[in-house]
């Protein structure tokens, strides 16, 4: 495993619908990241998780999204019940540690279509 | 609550020549990264500049923490076809980082 692999790249749900977003770190990261992009926006913030423990969701709303980072298996972003509003790109990073000079490795994204 | 504001949205310029990208916010920051996204692919991180008045050289680009830590530049020497992108600067408060909304860059051959 080279880099943070998410899947699936491309999700197209009907509304009402459940998604399910998997995100599997780098060797060796621990912390995990959620972000979200539309298109001409720049990347918002959702969600921070450390193995078993969200630190920070202070960016995910309130109803129909969770999150979570099991012992073992990959971190889930799961969105219940889909509008159209969450069509966007889901961008999963992870980092070695929690200090602020680390940098983030992203993954290619999992696209969002609800229609 | 947008903390941070980059300009130009949107830049197109000819192969070889020079440009700078800003990153400014009212808020300090511990840390500042700038990344660079391409179409349909995640962002890669570039540089963190940690220090304010930090400098840091990474072949044609240049990067600058402003001295208070509340802004940083981006300038690209003899810009080339490869550097087409999206670049981001994130700023750091505390767990985690805040982008801003980017800057499109293209450069024509």
């Known amino acids: 495993n080279a880099g943070v692999m998410q899947n699936p790249r491309h999700l197209v749900r009907r509304r009402g619908q459940e998604a399910r977003l998997r995100c599997s770190p780098m060797k060796g990261h621990s912390h995990v990241y959620w972000y979200r992009q539309l298109p001409e926006e720049g990347l918002k913030f959702m969600v921070y998780l450390q193995k078993e423990n969200i630190i920070d969701e202070s960016g995910m709303p309130k109803e129909r999204f969770s999150a979570e980072f099991p012992k073992e298996g990959p971190s889930i972003l799961r969105i219940q019940q889909v509008v159209r509003g969450d069509s966007a790109a889901y961008f999963c990073?992870?980092?070695?540690?929690?200090?602020?000079?680390?940098?983030?490795?992203f993954g290619s994204g999992t696209r969002l279509t609800v229609v | 609550t947008q903390l941070l504001e980059q300009s130009p949205q949107f830049l197109s310029i000819q192969e070889g020549e020079n440009l700078t990208v800003y990153c400014n916010s009212s808020s300090v920051f511990s840390s500042l990264q700038w990344y660079r996204q391409e179409p349909g692919e995640g962002p890669v991180l570039l540089v963190t500049?940690?220090?304010?008045?930090e400098v840091k050289k990474l072949k044609r680009l240049t990067f600058q923490f402003g001295d208070a830590r509340k802004d940083s530049s981006l300038h690209i020497t003899a810009a080339q076809p490869g550097d087409t992108g999206l670049y981001l600067c994130a700023g750091n408060t505390g767990n985690q980082f805040y982008f801003g909304t980017g800057t499109s860059l293209t450069v024509i051959p």
């Open positions: 990073a992870s980092s070695p540690g929690a200090r602020p000079n680390y940098g983030y490795t």
């Open positions: 500049v940690v220090t304010g008045g």
